[in-house]
């Protein structure tokens, strides 16, 4: 057996000790799903608002910057256009969060208001299984979470 040059010893040394460096982790998106309380105290029922109002999506900037909203929607994976929420003039502050609520109230800065009404049609959320999707206002997809579980009221997204 013929011994190795002092060059392909290197590089066979090399090769052996080049370190593993992990792969990086995904980047938080900018705004993300925290929960989904999709399963409202009392529903089934006539969709009053106290009822709507049960059922929310709470999202959170996870960036170090105030993100302007205005033209981002939120909505469920229903084709129906009744089934999207558009924010209006918001900013959502940096590692702030903000809850959409199905149902009727005066928006805040960390609530706002779908604004449905009209009985248990109102219901964006389904009780057993849907998605939810962030969109920005270019329509790229920012942000998505499922739920596949009647007997729970809510989904952990985070």
């Known amino acids: 057996m013929r011994p190795l040059s002092p060059a392909l010893s290197a590089a066979a040394l090399a090769a052996v000790l080049v370190p593993v460096v992990p792969a990086q982790?995904?980047?938080l998106p900018a705004v993300q799903f925290v929960k989904i309380y999709y399963n409202s105290p009392g529903s089934p029922d006539n969709g009053a608002n106290s009822s709507l109002n049960g059922e929310w999506a709470?999202?959170?900037n996870t960036t170090r910057k105030a993100i302007n909203l205005k033209g981002w929607t939120l909505?469920?994976?229903t084709s129906a256009s009744d089934h999207v929420y558009t924010f209006g003039t918001f900013t959502l502050d940096a590692g702030k969060t903000v809850t959409v609520r199905t149902g009727k109230g005066t928006n805040t800065s960390t609530i706002r208001y779908w604004g449905r009404s009209g009985g248990t049609l109102a219901y964006?959320?389904?009780q057993a299984s849907d998605t939810g999707y962030i969109h920005n206002p270019s329509g790229k997809l920012i942000d998505s979470c499922s739920?596949?579980?009647s007997r729970v009221e809510?989904?952990?997204c985070l």
């Open 25 to 27: 982790a995904a980047a």
């Open 58 to 60: 709470q999202l959170k």
């Open 75 to 77: 909505r469920d994976k």
């Open 124 to 126: 964006i959320w389904n």
């Open 147 to 149: 739920y596949n579980n």
């Open 154 to 156: 809510s989904v952990n």
